[in-house]
């Protein structure tokens, strides 16, 4: 049996509670983001059909770690990698779902990118 933590599952009641009301659909699915110590992941959902428009994260291959300096800067690169990816599954605008985490940091980070990648919310 894992061992969760107080602060892990504090998150997950607060995620809870952002999904009674935030819903994604056909129209806006939802960003979702997630964020470990060391990088940090963004999903675009459609909660009607319960699938994964699109996706990136700090791992991909077009974000070079060297070029970054600092995790603020590669969640902006996230963001709009994301609104790239996006745009050409013809998503305009989206949800914002920040997954129980405070709108700060590289959350506010990522979402600022998108923002710049064009995606409205």
């Known amino acids: 049996m894992a061992k969760t ?7 997950q ?3 809870q509670r952002i999904r009674k009301n935030i819903v994604g659909t056909t129209a806006r699915p939802r960003l979702r983001v997630f964020k470990s110590s060391r ?3 963004a999903q675009i959902i459609d909660d009607s059909k319960g699938t994964t428009i699109c996706a990136a ?5 077009e974000i070079d770690p060297v070029d970054q300096k600092g995790k603020i800067s590669q969640a902006n690169k996230v963001g709009l ?4 990816h996006a745009k050409t ?6 949800v914002f779902d920040r997954g129980g985490y405070i ?3 590289r959350v506010k980070a990522l979402s600022e990118g998108a923002r710049e990648g064009g995606l409205v919310f």
């Open 89 to 94: 599954k013809g998503v305009q605008a989206v």
């Open 39 to 41: 990088h940090i992941y």
């Open 103 to 105: 709108y700060h940091g």
């Open 57 to 61: 994260s700090s791992l991909v291959l």
């Open 5 to 11: 933590s107080a602060k892990t599952l504090a998150r």
């Open 81 to 84: 990698l994301v609104a790239e």
């Open 13 to 15: 009641k607060r995620v």
